[in-house]
């Protein structure tokens, strides 16, 4: 398995991420799945992190519809979806050891509906029993010496690997869950649940069953939450306006798009914008 080591790769902000641009606090990791893992995994990812005494760097993530597991020095937990903001404080010198997984996945390591799991966590252990136990041991024991190393990285994608494959197989619902996420990720285009619904051949009810039942989630949230994470990376990347970034969005006007961006992130649009501003570019996205 080899490692996503190049520069740009380590620290690129994806989409989902509203990490300030100046921001080095950290260096992320991260690492693809496995073949035999696919089903159940979209990534591993690793952050390592050196914050000054006395400082916060406040990590905001506008969260993708999965499941996570995590595992720190202090902490062990499988993450359901935040559907607002999520933000994680880093302080001091410290590592952590996460699994990014499939939309299939999360109901499997729950064992029933992820409904619960909306908006919290649980211990590992909670979910996988003794076999979160010793996956949690197996990490921290890798993590101990240098969180940085290649070598110490493998370690610890095995000791995951090891405690997920019993999962496997993915069943069809979990097949049919992923495809839905897939279309709704990939197409811009796809702005409503009729639409979705269009597309997938599910009715609108079924739809709304399955979206709650292996995600806790619903169809129109995992349309908003695309088209708000979309805005973030844009808002980064372009010089347009914010009525034009509304209007390849979908929105009806601007003053929607801003409502929701703001209802979500805390900030508005422009203000969003503003700290991706360089001296270079002089950014400018007028209101």
């Known amino acids: 398995m080899e490692p996503d080591t190049a520069p740009r790769a380590l620290n690129k902000i994806e989409r989902a991420h509203l ?3 100046d921001d080095a606090s950290h260096v992320m990791y991260r690492y693809p799945a496995p073949p035999d893992l696919a089903g159940l995994v979209q990534r591993f990812w690793i952050p390592v992190w050196s914050v000054p005494a006395g ?3 406040i990590q905001r993530v ?3 519809p ?3 597991l995590v595992i720190a020095s202090d902490y062990a937990r499988f993450y359901g979806v935040t559907t607002g903001l999520s933000q994680t404080v880093l302080a001091g010198n410290g590592w952590a050891a996460g699994v990014m997984c499939t ?3 999360g109901s499997l390591i729950a064992q029933g509906s992820m409904a619960p799991f909306t908006d919290r966590h649980v211990d590992v252990s909670d979910v996988l029993g003794q076999a979160g136990a010793e996956l949690t041991d197996r990490v921290r024991a890798a993590m101990r010496d240098d969180p940085h190393l290649p070598s110490t990285h493998e370690t610890v994608m095995d000791a995951f690997a090891d405690a997920l494959r019993p999962l496997l197989p993915v069943d069809q619902e979990g097949e049919l869950v992923d495809r839905v996420v897939a279309l709704v990720e990939e197409r811009s285009d796809l702005l409503t649940v009729a639409q979705l619904c269009a597309e997938t051949g599910l009715s609108e009810r079924a739809l709304q069953r399955l979206i709650h039942r292996r995600l806790g989630l619903t169809p129109k949230w995992l349309i908003q939450r695309r088209r708000l994470q979309e805005a973030a ?3 980064r ?3 347009g306006t914010l ?4 209007a390849m969005l979908g929105y009806a006007d601007q003053a929607h798009f801003t409502r929701d961006f703001s209802r979500v992130t805390g900030t508005t649009p422009s203000k969003f914008a503003a700290e991706y501003r360089t001296t270079s570019t002089e950014r400018r996205v007028p209101e």
């Open 103 to 105: 939309p299939a996945a």
């Open 62 to 64: 506008l969260q993708y």
């Open 237 to 239: 990347t372009t010089l």
């Open 66 to 68: 999965v499941s996570l």
């Open 243 to 246: 009525a034009g970034t509304a």
């Open 19 to 21: 990490k300030a641009p």
């Open 233 to 235: 990376e844009r808002l």
């Open 55 to 57: 400082e916060q760097s």
